[in-house]
């Protein structure tokens, strides 16, 4: 047996003190679109700067600096791209996640995190307006266009989940629907589905071009506005809340859930897809990082356990919630059922 005590250093402290520059990196590589122009055979700090309109200089500290965190390989005067960036950092990957930047990076979602003591002394976010829950705020039309390429595999892996053999008539309610694909999805897996997509109107716009684009759109209705105020009718065989429900407190959510309640058939289920960590609260680590995300950016919000939510759905009159995985996707989907 070794007795030995582990090395200490400074390296978790700086890293993580200088993480902005490694954002502030690949944004850059990003715009300057370094991983496609790799993959096109653009391997060498003149190919790319020309590629790139950039200069060799900038090019170079720059790709040596993607090297140095694993986005970049290099062999003598060539770079070459990791697997993670060849799959979700080239335009024509079909896991290309690169417009998510337009959202993550977003001058709101950045104002958050300028304070954390902050919000933590005040127990919520510090951005004006109750933050990015605030009525029509503009960064959701921005978070429906930049992070639609991130959920068009979670939302064909959901449809499949709920819908298994998609041949029975459906009529679903798609509450802050966003880019809609979740519920295009479903209607694109199964020709009898009628989706009824709910969210602020400048939203929906989006949600019914893709709509349109996935030939969906004559199943595809909107409801402009709250989903707390506007009626939605009654008669749902499913309703789905995507990344909606860890905005708010439980009480909140609660009020909302009794009204999808009273809105879905006697055999009705609402999906939730959402970050779940475990009891523990701090595993798995991207789910449990997520609250201090709703803490900066929301009044109320929370990372919620599945424990919390089953008790929520309970609270709000549903017989039993059912947690699934959703692999490769890091969120979870709960099931309820009424």
Aim: charged content about 20%; overall charge negative; aromatic content about 8%.
């Amino acid at each position: 047996m070794s007795n030995q005590t582990p090395e200490v250093t400074p390296e978790l402290f700086f890293n993580t003190v200088t993480a902005y520059q490694r954002t502030g990196a690949l944004k850059g590589a990003i715009e300057l679109d370094v991983f496609t122009a790799i993959s096109e055979g653009n391997q060498t700090v003149s190919s790319l700067a020309q590629r790139c309109s950039a200069s060799e200089r900038g090019m170079r500290i720059l790709c040596d600096y993607l090297v140095t965190i694993d986005f970049l390989t290099k062999e003598a005067d060539r770079y070459g791209l990791t697997p993670d960036a060849a799959m979700f950092l080239v335009k024509h990957s079909p896991g290309y996640m690169g417009s998510a930047v337009e959202f993550l990076v977003s001058q709101t979602m950045v104002d958050g995190f300028k304070d954390v003591a902050a919000a933590v002394r005040k127990g919520g976010t510090t951005i004006p307006d109750t933050g990015t829950v605030a009525p029509d705020h503009p960064v959701w039309v921005n978070f429906a266009k930049a992070m639609a390429p991130l959920m068009a595999v979670p939302g064909q892996l959901m449809a499949q989940l709920v819908d298994g053999d998609a041949s029975k008539p459906l009529k679903v309610l798609d509450i802050a629907a966003g880019h809609g694909l979740f519920g295009i999805a479903i209607a694109k897996r199964n020709p009898h589905a009628q989706i009824v997509a709910v969210d602020w109107s400048g939203v929906l716009e989006l949600a019914k071009e893709n709509a349109q684009e996935g030939g969906v759109g004559d199943r595809y209705s909107t409801i402009p506005g709250s989903a707390f105020d506007v009626d939605w009718g009654t008669g749902y065989d499913l309703a789905l809340l995507t990344n909606f429900l860890h905005h708010f407190d439980v009480a909140t959510c609660e009020t909302l859930l009794k009204k999808i309640h009273a809105a879905i058939a006697p055999d009705g289920r609402v999906v939730t897809l959402e970050q779940v960590p475990n009891s523990d609260r701090v595993t798995p680590p991207e789910a449990a990082r997520f609250s201090l995300v709703m803490l900066t950016t929301t009044p109320h919000g929370d990372a919620y356990t599945f424990a919390e939510y089953e008790q929520m759905f309970s609270n709000a009159g549903f017989a039993r919630s059912e947690l699934h995985p959703l692999p490769p996707s890091l969120a979870q989907v709960v099931i309820s059922y009424k």
